[in-house]
């Protein structure tokens, strides 16, 4: 079982950047693929970006694509979202999940979420 804990969420202007931090405790992580969900208040839960164990696939949203980079070091078990050019759309609690049956983009498919980090993206 693996614990999450993301970090690194703040108020920004848009144009900022900022670096997203989801640290996990427990077994097995460097076997885990690993995504990056976000949410606002009356929506659902929208898929972000994910990537496989090794860090040689990954997956963005059309949204983040560009902007977004996902990268993992399985030596500190942490996984990271690199995010640029924000927007105010991009406003979220922002979550990290493990996706145990293989890299995903489908919000079913993740388990083991953290309680999330705020991004607030002002214009």
């Known amino acids: 079982q693996v614990q999450l804990v993301e970090s690194g969420g703040g108020l920004v202007q848009a144009g900022d950047s900022l670096r997203l931090t989801c640290a996990a405790s427990g077994r097995g992580f460097s076997n885990y693929d690993m995504g990056w969900f976000r949410q606002t208040p009356g929506k659902e839960r929208e898929f972000v970006a994910a990537?496989?164990?090794?860090?040689?696939?990954?997956y963005y949203a059309d949204s983040v694509k560009g902007r977004f980079t996902i990268s993992r070091d399985n030596a500190k078990n942490t996984v990271y979202l690199q995010m640029n050019s924000l927007r105010p759309e991009d406003t979220a609690l922002y979550y990290c999940?493990?996706?145990?049956?293989?890299?995903?983009?489908?919000?079913?498919?993740?388990?083991?979420w953290g309680q999330g980090t705020h991004v607030t993206v002002s214009s």
């Open positions: 990537i496989n164990w090794s860090g040689g696939i990954t």
């Open positions: 999940a493990t996706a145990p049956y293989g890299v995903s983009r489908v919000e079913s498919d993740f388990r083991s």
